[in-house]
């Protein structure tokens, strides 16, 4: 498919799929760098921009099965793996019932700004998603860090109710959060004496009123601090 191309000269290239790809969700990030080196290579000019888009939440299977969202942890370690890349959250844009879901403007957007920003080296504006770096764990508390969270973090006015949170017992229940002075997010369940593992919007899709985003409107994309 790239073959008939490859004499044409390119300066990026942007990429949305990886749908099909969630049972065997485990090779994705491996065969996502792959396929990107395979690329560069074949238009022999040097590491041009890969800007790509995460899979946005559907009801697959069953919507709270979790292997779309192990899907996406594996698109969010791709990104860490192929050089000059850059991914998209689509976190807060899925339909339960729509495997393509109607808000692309936004998913244009949101890929234009790492475009303008990395390729072009425009400023005065973020581009990055907030991603989950941290936790911390105080008696019944869990505290949440985060990455290029701009100045600060917010539910945009809308309740969340997709925080999880379990105990060594690794059963997992809803959890109540407070966004701390703009920056940390505290969690904890009355049903959790001592948290261990935290998970946010990891299902195939949650139902939430509300999602995490930095201030400058960018979504938090479904995350877990566990290995289970």
Partial sequence: MIAPIIYYTIKGAIWYQGEANRNEYNEYAALLTEMVAGWRKDFGCGNFPFYFVQIAPFKYDKSLDIVAALQRDEQQKAM?????????????LGEENCIHPAEKLTVAKRLSYWALAETYNFTGFSYKMP?????IVTDSVAT???ENTAKGLTNMGREIDCFEIAGADKIFYPAKYTINKQTTVLLQSKQVKTPVAVRYAFRNFHVTRGYLYNTAGLPVPSFRTDDW
């Fill in 80 to 92: 860490s793996m192929i050089p000059n890349s850059g991914m998209i959250s689509t976190i807060d």
């Fill in 131 to 135: 991603v989950y770096k941290s936790m």
């Fill in 144 to 146: 949440l860090t985060f």
